[in-house]
């Protein structure tokens, strides 16, 4: 893998890991009201197709 490759992933990780920490949920004090949601990046890597990306996202 060339380093311009390793170098994007890198750049990738870390923006996921920047934006799954900032939209993590922090305990609600009382009664929970109101709508709930949940985005995390995600990012794969096949040997046979290559490079994917995505998101999942929950309500």
């Known amino acids: 893998m060339s380093k ?3 170098a994007w992933i890198r ?3 870390r923006a996921g890991s920047l ?3 900032l939209l993590i949920p ?3 004090h009382g009664q929970a009201t109101g709508l709930e949601v949940g985005v995390l ?3 794969n890597f096949d040997a046979d197709e ?3 990306y995505g998101v999942l996202a929950e309500l």
């Open 11 to 13: 750049n990738v990780a």
């Open 26 to 28: 922090l305990p609600a």
């Open 4 to 6: 311009s490759n390793q």
């Open 41 to 43: 990046p995600a990012i």
């Open 19 to 21: 934006v799954a920490g």
């Open 50 to 52: 290559g490079f994917g």
